[in-house]
């Protein structure tokens, strides 16, 4: 009987131990949506996150680079109808969770030139 519950006991440590190594896909939208949301208001002019607010998070992989670190690809739809795909970055620091480190804007098409660069 000691030997069972023991046995049960080491398993349930093991399964335990080695989930949560990367973040939700619901916790990941959830903070993606959060960052950019306060990133537009901070940052008005930016483009194209300035002063939309995010519609829907869609993540496209979630890689480990090494233990408590992520790194996510996510199609950012904003409500302005503009959609971009960003790389984020995210730490996990234990009693406060899963916060961004880092992000990255990976379309190119997302940039606008400015109008004075266009005229002669």
Known sequence: ??????????????????????????TTQHLIEKHFNKYGKKYPAAIPFGGHQVTKVEILDTEEIQKRLATI???VSLENG??????????????????????ENLDTSASVASPSASTP
């Open 73 to 75: 690809k996510a199609r």
């Open 82 to 103: 503009a959609t971009t795909t960003v790389q984020i970055n995210m730490l996990y620091k234990a009693p406060l969770g899963w916060r961004t480190q880092g992000w």
């Open 1 to 26: 009987m000691k030997k069972s519950i023991l046995s049960i006991f080491i398993l349930l440590l093991g399964v335990v131990a080695c989930s949560g190594r990367v973040p939700s896909p619901k």
